[in-house]
């Protein structure tokens, strides 16, 4: 179908007014992309990043920040640095926050994943990704480089834009009091999270201080909590407030990721 007259194909569609301009003159939010990746990963994230600096970031210039268990080496640094348009930042994770915590039985995990993978569940025996998801979930915004800014975008290797984002993504959520946005939501494979459903009940009846009112407890559970309704929010492109971070379960200070992340509150 050809576009409508005086549309540019590509752009962004549906702009509502007020929607801060596209230019990079004056104050702009304290903010970064954010990335998880290995040297290996090097083309795969390249591509993302003129995907996001073709689109949005050519007019803006915020800075990116780099994540990865194991030193970055000199090619990914050059290549990566050409690309953006604002300053990169690369930054090593502790191995306490890429890691099993003391308190886990290892016998017992190594036999959960040899399970998962007879049963041929998705990333069933993978140790790498449970450390990612362990590590996304609750230390990311710790890391002594994010502690720089108050708002991130987590960007993935081999993500696609499809149209110019034209506005400041960053100043538009500040302005209307916005703290978490996400792409889409898609259903979870239930297989891979057995017991988190229960383990959050768990939590929310332990700690009641860290449920806000008006939270998505509704997007979550169709019978007010009881039951999950697997509806699982794909993060690869989400944007947030650092500082009070928005996870999937509504509202939550930072305080509250931390004692979720405490085995003696768990």
Same mark, same amino acid.
């Given at each position: 179908m050809p576009p409508k007259a005086g549309t540019?194909?590509?752009? &962004?569609?549906?702009?509502?007014?007020?929607?801060?301009?596209?230019?990079?003159? !004056?104050?702009?939010?304290?903010? &970064?992309?954010? &990335?998880?990746?290995?040297?290996?990963d090097l083309w795969e994230i390249a591509r993302s990043i003129r995907q996001v600096e073709d689109r949005f970031n050519k007019n803006f210039h915020y800075d990116w920040v780099f994540l990865n268990d194991k030193p970055f080496d000199a090619t990914f640094k050059k290549v990566t640095t050409s690309l953006v348009s604002g300053?990169?930042?690369? !930054?090593?994770?502790?191995?306490?926050?890429?890691?099993?915590?003391?308190?886990?039985?290892?016998?017992?995990?190594?036999?959960v994943r040899e399970d998962m993978a007879q049963r041929k569940?998705?990333? !069933?025996?993978?140790?790498?990704?449970?450390?990612?998801?362990?590590?996304?979930?609750?230390?990311?915004?710790?890391? #002594?480089?994010?502690l720089n800014y108050e708002w991130y975008w987590r960007v993935e290797p081999s993500i696609e834009l499809f149209c110019d984002i034209n506005y400041d993504a960053f100043k538009y959520m500040a302005?209307? $009091? $916005? $703290?978490?946005?996400?792409? =889409?939501?898609?259903?979870?494979?239930? #297989?891979?999270?057995?017991? =988190?459903?229960?383990? &959050?009940?768990?939590?929310? $009846?332990a700690h009641p201080e860290h449920i806000a009112e008006g939270n998505s407890m509704g997007f979550l559970s169709d019978d007010g909590g009881d039951s999950y309704n697997h509806c699982h929010?794909?993060?690869? =492109?989400?944007? !947030?407030?650092?500082?009070?971070?928005?996870?999937?379960?509504? =509202?939550?200070?930072?305080?509250?990721?931390?004692?979720?992340?405490?085995?003696?509150?768990t």
């Open positions: 540019t194909v590509g752009s &962004t569609p549906n702009v509502q007014p007020g929607l801060p301009p596209a230019a990079a003159a !004056g104050p702009r939010m304290n903010a &970064t992309f954010v &990335t998880l990746a290995r040297n290996s300053t990169t930042h690369y !930054g090593e994770i502790p191995k306490e926050h890429w890691s099993f915590p003391d308190h886990i039985d290892q016998d017992k995990a190594r036999k569940i998705i990333y !069933g025996d993978s140790i790498s990704y449970r450390h990612m998801c362990r590590f996304e979930s609750g230390f990311f915004f710790r890391q #002594e480089l994010m302005d209307n $009091k $916005k $703290k978490y946005s996400f792409v =889409l939501s898609l259903y979870e494979y239930v #297989e891979t999270i057995p017991t =988190l459903w229960d383990s &959050t009940k768990k939590f929310m $009846k929010m794909v993060s690869y =492109l989400q944007i !947030g407030v650092r500082i009070i971070l928005t996870i999937d379960s509504g =509202l939550i200070l930072r305080s509250a990721i931390s004692t979720g992340f405490d085995p003696r509150h």
